[in-house]
């Protein structure tokens, strides 16, 4: 059973650019999680997902960033026109449906973003 | 939104030795987590506890639920150098998770 996939898992892209990360999560899970782990801290919210549905967006930066998770494909962190401050990993994580107490959230390995 | 102090910053042991760790919290929290990041690599779950009080082990690991429910900590026995890494607690209300800081450890062999 293949783990969180995400790729790329490194992304350059110079200021005002596009960045797309993209998150296959394991098979059996609906539910996707994006995190950012500046240099040196913790991984901090962004965003929760179900198909077709975005959850809890509370983590998520009001402009410039945007998130999906289709029907088909993977989940999709898009970074509009990035700046610098930009520059981060970026974690996806999945879980099976929500049945009371906590679901494990399983990491994929990040795409380490750089912006020049 | 919940913080979580975790401390220390950073420990510098040598193998064999134990090594402790631990968070705190000014919110009173239902679940503690306690996870690892290898370089490069993400969070794997190491220990959770659902209970104030709960002792649970993993290994030579063991991490322990405060009983106020503000805190929580990891200790690492007879540590080894495949133990190096980013040790993170960590908290979720619902669905989301919230990581302390790290503590980033060195086992020097």
């Known amino acids: 059973n293949a783990g969180v996939m995400q790729n790329p898992r490194h992304l350059v892209r110079r200021r005002g650019q596009e960045a797309r990360l993209r998150c296959s999560p394991m098979k059996g899970h609906s539910h996707v999680y994006w995190y950012r782990q500046l240099p040196e801290e913790g991984l901090k919210f962004m965003v929760y997902?179900?198909?077709?549905?975005?959850?809890?967006e509370s983590g998520m930066p009001k402009e410039r960033f945007s998130a999906e998770f289709p029907k088909e494909g993977p989940s999709i962190l898009r970074i509009q026109q990035v700046v610098r401050g930009d520059s981060a990993a970026y974690f996806c994580?999945?879980?099976?449906?929500?049945?009371?107490?906590?679901?494990?959230?399983?990491f994929g390995p990040g795409t380490r973003l750089t912006v020049l | 939104g919940q913080q979580l102090n975790q401390s220390p910053q950073s420990m510098f042991i040598q193998e064999g030795e134990d090594v402790s760790m631990n968070c705190t919290s000014s919110?009173?929290?239902?679940?503690w987590l306690w996870y690892k990041q290898d370089p490069g690599e993400g969070p794997v779950l190491l220990i959770a506890l659902y209970k104030a009080g709960e002792l649970t082990s993993n290994g030579r690991l063991t991490a322990q639920f405060g009983i106020t429910r503000k805190d929580s900590f990891l200790n690492i026995s007879a540590s080894i150098p495949s133990d190096v890494g980013i040790y993170f607690c960590?908290?979720?209300?619902?669905?989301?998770?919230?990581f302390g800081e790290g503590t980033q450890l060195t086992v020097n062999p």
């Open positions: 960590g908290e979720t209300s619902g669905s989301r998770l919230t």
């Open positions: 919110s009173i929290f239902n679940t």
């Open positions: 997902l179900q198909k077709e549905n975005i959850i809890d």
């Open positions: 994580a999945s879980s099976p449906p929500l049945a009371g107490g906590y679901n494990e959230q399983f």
